[in-house]
């Protein structure tokens, strides 16, 4: 199994998170022609079964080398970002958020930029996202390290390995030498 498949930290998310969403495409019905028409069906139900639904697509990964999130029901998106090309992670929450008791971790990575803001990410309503985040960051100055020393020293088992290795080069190139 290579290194970066290890998963160190699964993001948590509120469950406070499916009544912001519920609340926030409700204001929005509100304030579209179009959406008035559906509140009816919004507030019998279909809202808190979409909403829920979505909170169920969510998901967060913290691996060695990777942050992985993923979301959403009929436009699914997911992105995986190298740890290393993270440039800044960051909260983002108004009042409304915060009397939902919930954050937006914000991800930014290098390049990308222009009007999409396609080197943004954003985590909604991860529990402990001050935990979350200190994790992301030190986990990324691990690998900038590792990557900095050209990779990480073999482990005492791998030693074992490369000695072998070396001493059937060292046979083989002897053998050679003879012919």
């Known amino acids: 199994m290579?290194?970066?498949?290890?998963i160190l930290k699964k993001g948590v998310f509120n469950p406070a998170l499916k009544t912001y969403i519920f609340l926030i495409v409700l204001f929005y019905m509100f304030v579209?022609?179009?959406?008035?028409?559906?509140i009816p069906f919004w507030l019998c139900g279909?809202?808190?079964?979409?909403?829920?639904?979505?909170?169920?697509?969510l998901k967060c990964e913290l691996?060695?080398?990777?942050?992985?999130?993923?979301?959403g029901m009929i436009l699914h998106i997911?992105?995986?970002?190298?740890?290393?090309?993270?440039?800044?992670?960051?909260f983002f929450g108004g009042p409304v958020l915060r009397s939902f008791g919930l954050t937006f971790i914000r991800v930014e990575t290098a390049g990308g930029g222009g009007a999409h803001h396609s080197n943004m990410m954003?985590?909604?309503?991860?529990?402990d996202a001050e935990e979350?985040?200190?994790?992301?960051?030190?986990?990324?100055?691990?690998?900038?390290k590792?990557?900095?020393?050209?990779?990480?020293?073999?482990?005492?088992?791998?030693?074992?390995?490369?000695?072998?290795?070396?001493?059937?080069?060292?046979?083989?190139?002897?053998?050679?030498?003879k012919k």
Do not use: C, H
């Open 132 to 144: 979350f985040k200190n994790m992301i960051l030190l986990q990324r100055e691990k690998v900038i």
């Open 78 to 90: 997911e992105k995986t970002i190298p740890l290393e090309n993270i440039q800044d992670v960051s």
């Open 146 to 177: 590792e990557k900095s020393r050209g990779g990480v020293a073999p482990a005492n088992n791998d030693s074992a390995v490369l000695n072998e290795i070396k001493n059937e080069l060292v046979e083989i190139k002897n053998l050679l030498a």
């Open 2 to 6: 290579e290194n970066q498949n290890i």
């Open 46 to 57: 279909l809202g808190q079964w979409l909403s829920g639904k979505f909170f169920k697509t």
């Open 32 to 38: 579209t022609v179009i959406g008035i028409v559906f």
């Open 63 to 71: 691996s060695e080398k990777n942050l992985y999130f993923s979301k």
């Open 122 to 127: 954003s985590i909604p309503g991860v529990d």
